[in-house]
């Protein structure tokens, strides 16, 4: 018991020297002060200054979970009365009566112990048990007999308390105040003169109790006296102090102790029964049987509200003489309190990024109970990054252990245990609530490393081409996203004018329609930004693919699109079946099967003369040329793609199967026989819509002609070449590829002095290589300049005429 005693005591020292538990303040105030008096400046008194009150978050506790009387006012450092201070009900007759306040300060925690010493004032008044005391006494009672009178109660103490007794004139009593050992006064009425039934039977005395105070307070209590006959011995006991023990919480009706007093008178005067000599608080707690003497437990006992009682009994006899002795009872301490667990500071919100080992709040843990019984221990669970340290008395702080992540864990409950050391033990718990607060820690993460979108050419402005999603794990403003594109340019325009993003859903659309003949793809980078502060953001790749729709038809090289001329092939007539005799040669500007070509004659003079590749264009003989086959062939080819739906054109081809250029069938027929029924029509739609006197100048010019008409002459003695610049281009080298094989060539001549323009095949059907430009093209210009001056002759004037007016109505 000793060493543990020693070791008791250097704990509390090392205790004191290693936590700042500063001196203690005092103030000494009486009791009943009015809410809201100044007690002291304890600012001024430790030392500290006003502005670092509020900062410091200082406050003003109690000793042991106890009630606070006195608050602290921040902005003047007063310490002011916050609820009544009755003396009386808090320390009863203790000399000494002194209330612990604490003044507790943190960052960093400092407590100061505060003593309050309540002065008492007179504001009780002494009271008696009963309004009224009687006493039968014998006629023969001895002059200076006393007769032992109830006390009176005053609460106060000190100066205040009982200071004397006084009783009315009479002639027979005075009054006799003593002291006891513990210096509280009691009365004696005695016996002056001898009392004389005959003469006097009853009495009525006024006795006044006065305290001490000021101003004075009495009370009053009549003493009613009945003379009897002898009665000469009062009841006498055992022992003139009783003393017991027993624990707390003992059950109702536990015998505590029992008085005994005996009187050696008999009969009616010897008969003792057993009071309690005042009122208090005491008898409400205990019972006392008046005829046996016992003292039991009336009332729940708590150890620490009063760990003992003091009380008065008196054992009277039959006729009223009465003797006192005093009662003494202690109370023992059982381990009937559990710890009471209070949170003084919490920080509801802790910043994820918190360093590891920063306070977050302050517990306080309290047992009532004494010695052993009111050590505690703390302690939370182990799978949490918190834990408490010791700290200033019964004091914990809690503090981080490790690095805190709101996006693994945002909110802990913390169970704190606290359990004290009694036997058996006891423990409670508090549950701590702590939300971890969100910091920008995390940048938005793209679902995908990059995103693909297929469009089809043609799109609508405006319409969805993909989503990107970006995903951010902080919270509210921190893991918001918002999207945007990055600066960047395609085909030397920004990019914004190729595709925008939506900024709340990620959404990407077409600002303009795509060309995939222009544009086939292309690459933006979006920008995925959270809303935090500062903030983060993350990129992605988008490609955009433009598929290629079907939307070019295909387009004809070769031949010439019809225009202001018209073309023609000459084929020998010793052509044998499978000789290329021309080809066609298109394009498409799509791409894909949009762009496979396949060729069809859709029309021809005679159906089974010629052929082509579906896919080369190339025109063939499918069998050799007879005499019985017309000199002028025509055809129309169709070029298809193989799109969906397909798109087609066409172009007309005219063969003439000739030998001789004398054979040769004039041009305006051949070209007539070119344009088909389509041209044909077109003139009709022209020369029914031409004014009356357009019509009269055609007539008017066919009559001239017809009149002057003659035989033509020849204009030059040999065969003259056209020029080759009115000839097409040249589609060399296009084997498979569009043009003719450079082993079929022809020369074209105009015969002297022929309205027709016959056409001489001068060059043997072989393998020469001639230029493929040299193929028949003309327009009614290359016919004006191989005339020459001819024109102003008559008989040419009207032909040059009449092919002006076609071209003409063409165009």
């Not at 102090?241 to 003992?250: H, R």
């Not at 798109?647 to 305006?668: F, R």
């Not at 009115?726 to 043009?739: E, K, Q, R, S």
Request: hydrophobic share 35%.
């Amino acid at each position: 018991m000793r060493l543990k005693s020693v070791v008791t005591g250097c704990i509390t020292f090392i205790l004191i020297v290693l936590y700042p538990v500063c001196g203690d303040v005092s103030y000494s105030i009486p009791e009943e002060m009015k809410r809201g008096s100044v007690i002291g400046n304890i600012a001024k008194d430790i030392g500290i200054d006003l502005a670092r009150l509020s900062a410091r978050k200082a406050r003003i506790d109690s000793e042991d979970n106890g009630l606070i009387y006195c608050s602290l006012n921040l902005n003047t450092g007063d310490l002011v009365v916050q609820d009544r201070i009755d003396r009386e009900g808090l320390c009863g007759k203790k000399a000494s009566c002194v209330l612990k306040q604490e003044l507790v300060l943190e960052n960093p925690l400092e407590l100061h112990r505060i003593s309050l010493s309540i002065q008492d004032i007179n504001d009780n008044s002494p009271q008696f048990k009963e309004g009224s005391q009687k006493f039968e006494i014998s006629e023969s009672a001895d002059k200076g007999s006393r007769f032992l009178l109830d006390e009176a109660l005053d609460a106060d103490i000190g100066e205040n308390g009982i200071r004397g007794y006084n009783i009315e004139q009479n002639d027979h009593f005075k009054l006799n105040v003593n002291s006891n050992s513990g210096g509280r006064k009691y009365c004696e009425l005695v016996l002056e003169r001898e009392l004389d039934r005959e003469d006097k039977n009853e009495m009525m005395l006024l006795l006044t109790a006065v305290d001490g105070g000021s101003p004075q307070r009495s009370g009053t209590v009549v003493i009613h006296v009945t003379v009897l006959d002898a009665n000469d011995n009062v009841p006498v006991f055992s022992q003139s102090v009783y003393k017991a023990s027993l624990p707390e919480n003992s059950p109702q009706d536990t015998l505590v102790i029992t008085v005994s007093a005996t009187d050696a008178d008999v009969g009616l005067n010897g008969d003792v029964t057993y009071v309690f000599s005042h009122v208090s608080s005491e008898n409400e707690l205990f019972s006392l049987d008046p005829k046996t003497g016992e003292v039991k437990v009336a009332a729940p006992l708590d150890y620490e509200k009063e760990s003992s009682y003091e009380m008065q009994i008196n054992a009277k006899d039959g006729l009223g003489l009465a003797s006192g002795a005093t009662i003494i009872i202690e109370i023992t301490d059982v381990n009937d309190n559990a710890p009471v667990i209070q949170v003084k500071s919490l920080s509801n919100l802790i910043p994820e990024n918190v360093s590891p080992g920063s306070e977050v709040g302050i517990i306080n843990v309290q047992d009532r109970d004494s010695e052993n019984n009111r050590q505690v221990r703390c302690s939370i669970q182990q799978n949490v990054p918190f834990k408490l340290v010791p700290s200033i008395k019964n004091y914990y702080s809690l503090v981080t252990t490790g690095q805190l992540d709101r996006e693994l864990v945002s909110d802990y409950n913390i169970t704190i245990t606290a359990t004290d050391e009694g036997s058996p033990p006891l423990s409670s718990s508090k549950t701590v609530h702590l939300s971890v607060a969100d910091v920008n820690d995390n940048p938005p993460v793209f679902e995908e490393q990059s995103y693909s979108a297929y469009v089809s050419e043609n799109n609508k402005p405006g319409s969805t081409l993909c989503s990107v999603t970006a995903r951010d794990p902080d919270w509210r403003q921190n893991g918001t996203v918002i999207y945007s594109l990055l600066p960047g340019e395609v085909n030397g325009a920004p990019v914004s004018s190729y595709v925008s993003v939506n900024g709340d859903t990620g959404v990407i659309h077409a600002v303009r329609s795509f060309d995939y003949e222009q544009l086939r793809s292309l690459k933006v980078h979006v920008m995925a930004r959270d809303n935090g502060s500062p903030p983060l953001s993350s990129n992605v790749s988008v490609s955009v693919f433009v598929s290629d729709v079907n939307d070019n038809s295909p387009q004809i090289l070769y031949p010439a699109p019809e225009g202001n001329s018209f073309m023609t092939e000459l084929v020998p007539k010793a052509a044998h079946g499978g000789s290329l005799v021309s080809k066609v040669i298109a394009v498409d500007a799509d791409s894909g099967q949009n762009a496979w070509l396949s060729y069809h004659i859709v029309q021809s003079t005679d159906a089974g003369l010629f052929t082509i590749g579906v896919h080369s264009g190339e025109i063939r003989t499918q069998r050799d040329i007879s005499e019985s086959d017309s000199m002028k062939q025509n055809l129309i080819v169709a070029v298809k793609d193989n799109g969906q739906p397909p798109l087609s054109a066409t172009c007309s081809m005219n063969l003439i199967i000739s030998d001789n250029l004398a054979e040769v069938p004039e041009l305006k027929d051949i070209s007539s026989d070119e344009k088909n029924s389509k041209l044909t029509s077109y003139l009709i739609i022209a020369l029914v819509s031409v004014s009356t006197f357009f019509l009269t100048f055609i007539i008017i010019i066919l009559g001239v002609r017809f009149c002057r008409r003659r035989k033509p002459r020849m204009l030059f003695d040999g065969a003259v070449a056209i020029p080759g610049a009115y000839l097409p281009p040249n589609y060399a080298d296009v084997d498979g590829t569009g043009t003719l094989r450079s082993a079929y060539n022809y020369d074209t001549y105009l015969t002297t002095g022929s309205r027709t323009s016959d056409f001489k095949f001068v060059t043997s059907y072989n393998d020469n290589t001639l230029p493929a430009d040299q193929t028949l093209r003309k327009s009614p210009s290359d016919f004006a300049d191989v005339f020459g001056d001819n024109d102003s002759s008559p008989e040419y004037q009207w032909f040059f005429e009449m092919v002006q007016l076609l071209s003409d109505w063409q165009d």
